[in-house]
C-alpha cells in the first residue's frame, strides 16, 4: 500500500526555467493538497484540487504557478520562469474520501526546488 | 489575522518535563483539528486529531480543544530528546486544511 509518492525528490533549475513536481496520491485518495515550506517556516497553504477540478487556489501566486490533476497520472504543479525565490521545498498531500471533513492528511516526501 | 496562529518557539523544556503547544484559529466553521510533527528535513507526521470540545488523550500526548475560545492545545508528557520537532497545528473544514508556522520544540536530556 503505497504512500504519496513525490517525483523529482530534489530539483534544480535555472533562473527562466520552468519546473514540474509531481505528486501521485495514496491509490484511492480523491483529493490533493499542495504546501510550500521555506526553511524554518511552517506549510503555506497553495492549492487543493480533487480530481479534474481545482477547489481552492487562493494561496497560490496568480502568475507562473498552475496546478492540475487529471483524471488518470499524478497531479503537477509547474512553476514557470522560476526566481531564486521560488526555493523552497513542496510537499504533496492526499485524503481520501470526499465530503469526510475528519480525513487526516497523509504528505508526500517532499520535493526541494533549488533555483540557481 | 492568520487563519492558524501558533508560537514559534522555540519551546526548550528538560527531559522528563510536560511541553505545552498552543494553536488559535480564525475560522469558527472550523470542524476537525490535527497536530502534525515534523522532523528537519522531512514530511509531516500526524500524532493527534481531536474533532469536539474537550481532551483526547493517547500514550504520552494530550490534545484540548475549545471550539468556543477557538483553542487547541498539545501536551506531551514526560517529554523525550526524541520528541524535539516541529509540531504543526492544522485545522480543516470542508476537507480544506490549513496549518499553522508550526511550534519549534527542543527537549534537554
Known amino acids: 500500500n503505497a504512500g504519496v509518492m513525490q517525483n523529482p525528490r530534489h530539483l534544480v533549475r535555472r533562473r527562466g526555467q520552468e519546473a514540474r513536481l509531481r505528486c501521485s496520491p495514496v491509490k484511492g485518495h480523491s483529493h490533493v493538497y499542495w504546501y510550500r515550506q521555506l526553511p524554518e517556516e511552517g506549510l503555506k497553504f497553495m492549492v487543493y484540487l480533487q480530481k479534474e477540478n481545482i477547489i481552492d487556489e487562493s494561496g497560490m501566486p496568480k502568475e507562473r504557478f498552475s496546478a492540475e490533476f487529471p483524471k488518470e497520472g499524478p497531479s503537477i504543479l509547474r512553476i514557470q520562469q522560476v526566481v531564486r525565490g521560488d526555493s523552497a521545498a513542496y510537499f504533496c498531500?492526499?485524503?481520501?474520501?470526499?465530503?469526510?471533513?475528519?480525513?487526516?492528511?497523509?504528505f508526500g516526501s517532499g520535493t526541494q526546488l533549488s533555483v540557481l | 489575522q492568520k487563519e492558524v496562529e501558533q508560537n514559534s518557539g522555540p519551546l526548550s523544556v528538560p527531559e522528563g518535563a510536560i511541553a505545552s503547544l498552543n494553536c488559535t484559529y480564525s475560522?469558527?466553521?472550523?470542524?476537525?483539528f490535527f497536530w502534525y510533527r515534523q522532523y528537519s528535513g522531512k514530511s509531516p507526521e500526524l500524532i493527534m486529531s481531536i474533532y469536539s470540545n474537550g481532551d483526547k488523550e493517547d500514550g504520552r500526548f494530550t490534545a484540548q480543544l475549545n471550539k468556543a475560545s477557538q483553542y487547541v492545545s498539545l501536551l506531551i508528557r514526560d517529554s523525550q530528546p526524541s520528541d524535539s520537532a516541529t509540531y504543526l497545528c492544522a485545522v480543516n473544514r470542508n476537507n480544506d486544511m490549513r496549518f499553522g508556522a508550526g511550534t519549534r520544540l527542543t527537549v534537554k536530556p
Open positions: 475560522d469558527r466553521g472550523s470542524q476537525s
Open positions: 498531500a492526499s485524503s481520501p474520501r470526499q465530503g469526510s471533513t475528519n480525513e487526516k492528511l497523509f
